[in-house]
């Protein structure tokens, strides 16, 4: 049986330590999406540091349909926030590229990510501050982040937990429930993560956690996503000579 007090205050603590680890005094700096998962992030940080030591930042393209739920989470959370429209950016870099080359579809919606990232990583530099990863354990299972995009960061606080404990964890710290059980949208296609995915995050947390799942076909694409996105979890190969 999960017991979600328990793991959120774990996990509170863990925070504390890596902070005074890895940066006494630094701030936590994340992308606010307005899902789930930065939400609780972020509010794990404030209860682990304090709302001024955590600065959110809000990176919309152009227009973000739901940039609403992003401001709800700042302001329930009562944190310092930035607004950094990365269209520009997006459309830069794209414009940039030579006419001969065709940029596939995936290249194309994994940009803005990327693009994000940076932009994190400089607000982070000039705000005395470490990233917050806000993957969780079911997306990273099946490989369902960017990489260098929204799969890194200083440090993670999620990575180890599926989206139906983090759930219950953002329950307990207050967040709004409308955050917490917003269905999940990837961002990038305009599809939700279980359109996407072809199952739903309760059969992939069972399975995770279990390794029981009924419908033989969903085990099979599961375990194809699983093995074919383990590079994204690994460190980068690095050629040892022998000397």
Known sequence: MFDARKVKDQCVEWIRRFFEENGPGCNAVLGI???????????????????????????????????????????????????????????????????????????????????RMSTLYAISQSCNGRVVNTCNLSEDWVGYSTRYGDSVGDFSPMSNLTVTEIKEIGRLLGVPAVL???????????KSDEENLGFTYAELDVYIRTGVIEDENKKALIDKKHKANLFKLELMPSFKPEI
Do not use: F, W
């Open 180 to 190: 917490v059980d917003k269905t999940p949208i990837d961002g990038l296609c305009g």
């Open 33 to 115: 999406s307005g899902g789930k998962d930065s939400s609780i992030a972020a509010a794990l940080c404030v209860e682990a540091l304090g709302r001024d030591r955590v600065i959110g930042v809000l990176m919309p393209q152009g227009e973000q349909h739901d940039i609403d739920m992003a401001h709800l989470l700042v302001d329930h959370l009562g944190i310092k926030h930035y607004v950094v429209n990365v269209k520009d950016a997006v459309d830069a870099v794209l414009n940039s590229l030579p006419e001969e080359l065709q940029l596939t579809s995936q290249s194309i919606q994994n940009l803005p990510p990327r693009i």
